[in-house]
Every structure is written in C-alpha cells, then in structure tokens.
C-alpha cells in the first residue's frame, strides 16, 4: 500500500494511508499515513461500530491536510469489545469432534458431507442474513463435490482436475478455500462478532474439514513438486494454526 | 490477528521481509478537508461477482463505483492467512464506504468519488506502478484530490 501512496502522490493525488504494520510505514516512507493498533485485515478497528470507524477514518483523512510528509500518526484507542453480558461466539451447530484417525476414501467424503449438510441450512441463512454478501463463489463448484475430491486427494495418485484446464494445485488451492469459506460463512449465521482466530481455532480444531486440511497439509508438504509442497507449507493451514500439526 | 499475537517467527518474517526502498514524494497540495472529494483504495481483492477474480501476483485492479449494491462485492484476497470474518461481519470495517458518506453529509469532507478501487494485497509494489499512472488519471478526471489507502 505504501508504493501505492507514493505513486499516485508523485502524480498529484494526496494520499493517506491506514497502516496496521508500522514497520512497513516508516521503513517505505509512506506520505502521510496512521498507525493502528488493530488486528490485521481490520483497518476500520472492528465491525459494526460506525461510530468509531468513522473516527478512524477522519483521523486519516485530517493528515491530508500536512504537507509536511512523511507523516506517521499513531491513532491512540482500541476499538470496542462486545458487551459485557453478551456470551462469547460460538459456532450455531455443535458437530461431533474430528475422530483422531480419520475414515478413508469414499467413506471419509461421506463424513464430510454429513458434516456439510448439517451447516448448510446455516449457510443458506447466514447469507441472507448479510444481504447476499459471500465468501464462497470463487470456484462453480458445489461443497458435495469439493468434499469428494478433497477426500480423494488424500490417496494416491492424486485424482484429475475437477475443472478444465485448472492445474491440480490451483484446484486444491481454490476447492479447500471454497470449502473453508462455505463453513466459515454458515459459522457466522450465529449474530454477535468473532475473530479470525477464534473462526480459525473452530475450523481447523473442531471440524472434520479442518482435520482433513492437515492431513493433506502433510502430505503435500512431503511432495517433491514445488507447487504442491507450497501448498502443504503455505497454502492450507493459516500461520496461527501451524501450531496445532505438531 | 494483532501482530503481537502471531508467532515469533512468522511476526519477525512478516515485520523485517525485504521491502522496496522509496525517497520521500513531495507531498501534494490540495484545499481544506471539507471541499476534497475522496476515494477509497483497498489492498483486499475486492471486486463484483461478476468481476474476473484476482490473479497472484499481478498489480491489476478492479473498479467499484460508488452506487453499487455493496452487498454484491466478493473478496478473492489469495493469502491463507487473510482473516475474511470481518469483511463478512461488516463491509466497512474494510471498505469504509458509508463511512465516508456520512462525512459528506456531516460536510467533513466535500464528496465522495464516483469511483473506488481495489487491489491485491501481498502484490509486489512496483507491479503496481504502471496500473496507478494510469488510475491517477482516472482519479483526476472524476475530479479526486484525496485518497484513502485502506490497506489490510
């Protein structure tokens, strides 16, 4: 984002800039930016907080104004939490534990696919309740489907692109993201807030998916090829869920 | 995820990865706060549903203008470790879109631009020059004298 600033500075545009890596700001010599104190992937603090949203951005807009950049305010407040009273987010189906040693084959892509039924009414729920608004969609191909070939990719030899002219890996990539992200949306059917991690720490710890990711997280991080073994290194298991292959 | 919550090691990769380096740009003149009109930049990979998804990598971007339906924009950010919960939650704890017209209305700032504009996080800053030239023009034509980076 810092390039970005300087870019359209240079040609005449002021720029300010939310900066969640302060680092980066400082080091990149940003025009004018502020430095907040929020989770990554937030720069607005928190959702549904209009009010202070609304103070974060006027607080980046006011730095338009300096021309004495480069500018690096810090913003001082951390956003809102949830009411005291209110319970802490909690997925709206309680799904069995992921056994310890998963089922095989076409029996573990029937388990998947139990577990995917029971948070499909919440999905279809979940999106109406957000207008419309989705995570999935990335990939025309149904959660049943994805569940199959995921299932499958576990054995050997790895089964055909389910999409033309889609490499193998890009279809692991883009079908374990559509899976995740049809969960994650039908998790927040449930009204209150929820973090990333505390979505990451139900997906990837309590979830038959989630225990699925790392299996194949190991195997392909074995994999000889290169784009494979990114995907097992990288591209499955978020870093702050890294700790739970040990 | 803080940043103070991550892992020692992914935190330290993360905070001391190689960047570009970039003299000071002059800063660019403009009036008072309440007469600029502004867009908004985001870095999440959002775009219509109907839009081509991101490709990795690339500095490409993709145009939303000011009177869409909001609830129809996607996000196809690539990184795994990109937290989506809050896009999902809440559009502008992202892309502070109502945010930015009730400044107007309350006359903070002059107006809102017509246009806004999404790209890749995680895109190497020089794949982005070329396509920000040409966006700057664009700007400029709508008649935009500030922008607000939302990076993620």
Redesign the interface.
Known sequence: ?????????????????????R??TM???S??GLAV????????????E?DF??RV??S???L???????VLEDFPDTPPGPPADMEGWSCPVNLAPPPAELSEGAQLAADLKAEIGLLSPWYAQ?VAA??????T??LDLAPDAIAEFLAASLGDPLPDSPVADLPIHRALKLSS?ELK?FY??AA?ARPG?????E?GNWFYGETLAGALYFKLAAKFEASEEPPLKALGE???????Q??RMA | MHLHEMPDAARGALINQELPEFEPTPCAPGPALAERRIAIITTAGLHRSNDAPFTPGVGEYRIIPSDIDMDDLVMSHVSTNFDRTGFIQDLNLVFPIERLAELEAAGDIGSVAKYHYAFMGATPPTAMAAVAADLAANLKEDGVDGLILAGV
């Open positions: 984002m810092s390039g970005l600033a300087h870019y359209f500075e240079g040609a005449g545009i002021a720029t300010t800039l939310i900066s969640l890596i680092d980066h080091r990149m010599k025009p004018r104190p929020f989770e990554l992937g937030r720069p607005f603090g928190a959702p549904n209009p949203q609304r951005l006027k980046a807009l006011d338009l104004e300096r021309m004495d950049g480069p979940s957000s207008g419309g608004r989705k995570l969609g990335q993201d992200f994650i949306q927040l807030t929820v973090t990333d991690v979505m990288r591209q499955l298991i978020p870093a702050h890294r700790f």
